[in-house]
Every structure is written in structure tokens, then in C-alpha cells.
């Protein structure tokens, strides 16, 4: 999927040297199996395989997939609509999916012409058949929102199974910790000022047996027109997110609920995303571009202080 991982552990159940290579043969073997299933970019992923997929018959989804496409669509509904794996051509057509990079804004009429294949509602899920159904043929789903954060569980499943107590997984910058670290505190997580040219820290969270994932708009983005253009769109208007916020950070139970989140929370903005948030109990931080380029911040009551 284009990215990196880390895998940190201490104290309870810490592997020795000699189980180092089956520890890492069994975390590779289980994101090798994420990105077989979910990843845009291999063409013979199942993904792509039904991305492909045309002819209006069911597609059989291995159960690891099928479980985030229903994740997804859950989300999809939680949020109104802001979560929608469905965006992938316009994904593309920005120039931020596997279709080679396009200098040129897409055109009104190359996003109109998009319109009847967006939208989740247009995927029908056969949880007993464990088949899925596109009721558009044209239908592309883009599972890169959500896919990292479930990649982090699978691996945390792994640690688990081998009696890990404290470890810290991280798939391309999502999250999820166990017990705690050397110094037996809870994990100290940074959250990164959202500026393009500089790796700085905004602030440490500390987390437990929990998941953190951030979606911001300051390291996958290009300047066109003098806009920012952004990998995050918003599925209500085809286009991508346009107003100030600068990256949202998402805490909860699971790496697919919080990865997926932080991108629905990302679409809706700090207003509305707040609302919605607070409203579910959700811990979650919006970082803001202020004027003088100062960073503002919304953080719910549950985000740690
Ligand atoms: P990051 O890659 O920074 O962790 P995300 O988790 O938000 O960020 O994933 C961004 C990707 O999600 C985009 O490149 C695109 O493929 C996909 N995407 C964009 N907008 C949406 C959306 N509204 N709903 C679901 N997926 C989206
Ligand atoms: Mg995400």
C-alpha cells in the first residue's frame, strides 16, 4: 500500500531472540494479506479484482474484506454520508489513486459524468452468501481510508495471539497500542503540527489498549491555482474538502473505526465533525490553519487532556 510499519514491544510476553523471525514472518504474512485484499494499487488485489468486476453478478469477498466493506458502509451511514468508499474515480481523477498523474484539474463534465457510480448505497452486501453486488456496474471503491487502521489490528491480533501484553503496532502513521512501554507508562503518542515542510510535535497523548489515527491535509496534497487540493473528498460534493482544518486525530477502541473516523470527521470539518463527534462520545482533536499561521484547536470532551 505504499507505505511502512513499526512494531514496538516491552516487557509482558516479549518475544526472544530466537522467535524474532517468526514474529516478523506472521506480522508481514498478516498486512501481506490486508494489501492482497484491500489495496488499490495491486492490480490482482480482490479489490482491484472487483473494482473490474462489471457484470452485476454477486462477487464472493474473502471474509477479511467483506468485514471492512461492512465496517465501511457502517461508517458511511454513521456519518451521513461524509465516509464513502465509492469516492475511488474521483480519488483518481485528483490524481491521488493508481492512475498516473494528471496535470489538469478534472473538468465539470468529467465529475458529472462520475455521479451515478458514487455512493455506497450502490453496494449490496449478502452477509450469509458473503458476496457483494455492485447495482452500478461503473462502481469503484477505494478501501485506503480505512484499510491501514484495520491493518494495525490484524498485526495487534498476531502480537496477541502470541501473548504479547505491551506493544505499539503502526501501519503508515495509524496507531494501536497494548499495556505499556519500557518505562511501564502508558504509550506516549505524538501528534504532528500540521505543516508541510517540517516534522514537528503539537502535542503527546498517552494511550492504553487503544487506537489513534490522524488525517490531515499537509503531506498528500498539490497546489493548484493557488488552491490546496486534497486527498480527502467530500462524497456530497465530489470534490475535495475545501475549508481550514488542517488535520483531525481520531482515538478509539479499534484501527479501522479510528482511521476510517478521522477521514469522516475530516469531510465534515470542525464544526459539524465536532457536533457529530461529541455527539457520539468520540474522542477526536481538529487541528486549524488560523490566520498568521497559527494552528487552532478543537478538541470533544473524551480527548485526553
Ligand atoms: P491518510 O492516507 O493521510 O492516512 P486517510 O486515512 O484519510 O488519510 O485516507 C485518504 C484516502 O482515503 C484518500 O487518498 C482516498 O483514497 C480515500 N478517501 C478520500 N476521501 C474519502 C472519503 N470521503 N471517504 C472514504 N475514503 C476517502
Ligand atoms: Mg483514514
Redesign the pocket.
Known sequence: MG?AYTVKYAGRGRPVPGDLESLQEAVEGALRSVQQGMS?YLPDSELSRFNRHEDGSPFPMSAETFHVFRR?IQI?EESGG???????P??NLYG??PDPFRVNLPSEEELVALRPSIGYQKLELDSAAGTIRKRHSKVRC?????A??YGADRVAAVLDRRGMGDYMVEV???VRVRGCNLEGQPWRIAIERPVADDVEIHRVVPLIDQAI????DY??FYIRDGKRIS?????RTGR??GHSLASVTVIADDGESA??W???L??LGAEEGGALAERRKMAALFLSRGEDGRILERATAAFPG
Open positions: 507505505t488499490v465501511a458511511g461524509a465516509f464513502d468508499i465509492t469516492v475511488g474521483i480519488v491521488f489513486g477505494d478501501l485506503s481510508a480505512i491501514k487502521g503508515g502513521g495509524e489515527a490522524t488525517t490531515g503531506r498528500v486527498h480527502t473528498i467530500d462524497p475535495p474538502v482511521d476510517a478521522a477521514t469522516a475530516m469531510v
